[in-house]
Nanobody, 125 residues
Framework: QVQLTESGGGPLQAGGPLKLSCAAALAPSSGSKFANCGVGWYRQAPGKERELVSSISYDGTTTYTDSLKGRFTTSRDNAKATLYLQMNSLKTEDTAVYYC??????????????WGQGTQVTVSS
C-alpha cells in the first residue's frame, strides 16, 4: 500500500555534502495522502539505536535534532511526494543508515506508520 524509497546515500569524505531523497508511493487504498502526512528522517549507526534527524509536519513545520542544526536541512515536495535531506559538512560520526518515515501514528514504530528500507551513508576521514 505504501512504499518509501530512499536514495542518494554512499561513501564520501568528511567535509563534503550529500543529499538524500525519499520518494513516497501511497496507494489510494492506504487511506493516506503524502501531503497530509508528517514525514521524518532517522538514522541508525552500528550498535546504536535509531535516532531522529529531522521531521516536517503536514503544515511544513520543521524540527531538527539539536546537534544537527545548521548542517542538515530537510524539505518536502508534495507535488512529487518526495522528502529531501541536505547534509553539509559531513563528519565521520554521521555514518549511519538513513531512513525516511511517513504518516504519524501512535501505534507505529517511533510514531510513524510507514518506513523506507534505508540508505547507507559512510563518511571517511
Amino acid at each position: 500500500q505504501v512504499q518509501l524509497t530512499e536514495s542518494g546515500g554512499g561513501p564520501l569524505q568528511a567535509g563534503g555534502p550529500l543529499k538524500l531523497s525519499c520518494a513516497a508511493a501511497l496507494a489510494p487504498s492506504s487511506g493516506s495522502k503524502f501531503a497530509n502526512c508528517g514525514v521524518g528522517w532517522y538514522r541508525q549507526a552500528p550498535g546504536k539505536e535509531r535516532e531522529l534527524v529531522s521531521s516536517i509536519s503536514y503544515d511544513g513545520t520543521t524540527t531538527y535534532t539539536d546537534s544537527l542544526k545548521g548542517r542538515f536541512t530537510t524539505s518536502r515536495d508534495n507535488a512529487k511526494a518526495t522528502l529531501y535531506l541536505q547534509m553539509n559538512s559531513l563528519k565521520t560520526e554521521d555514518t549511519a543508515v538513513y531512513y525516511c518515515a511517513t504518516c504519524r501514528s501512535s501505534g507505529g514504530y517511533l510514531g510513524y506508520r510507514y518506513w523506507g528500507q534505508g540508505t547507507q551513508v559512510t563518511v571517511s576521514s
